[in-house]
């Protein structure tokens, strides 16, 4: 327990901050989920509609500095380049 009042905010706002991350933390790996799926299945159709909607979750995440902006960036070039192969495969 926390022995004075800053410290009892400290707990708060860090309990927020948790379930706020936690949240975004989801988000990003449920877009990514998804996105992945479509890959696998090879629907170019699909992947190329949710790639923009998983770069923006990204970025939400990065800006909000849930995930470091580097790895958002990496992600993304990974994600982009899957795509692109799967587009001119066909």
Known sequence: MPNTKSA???LRTSDERRVANRVRKTRVKTYRRRLEAAIEEGNAEAAQALL??????????????????????RTKKRLAARVAAMATAE
């Open 8 to 10: 009892e905010k400290h």
């Open 52 to 73: 923009p909607q998983c770069f923006s979750v990204l970025d939400r995440a990065a800006a909000k500095r849930t995930i470091h902006r580097n790895q958002a960036a």
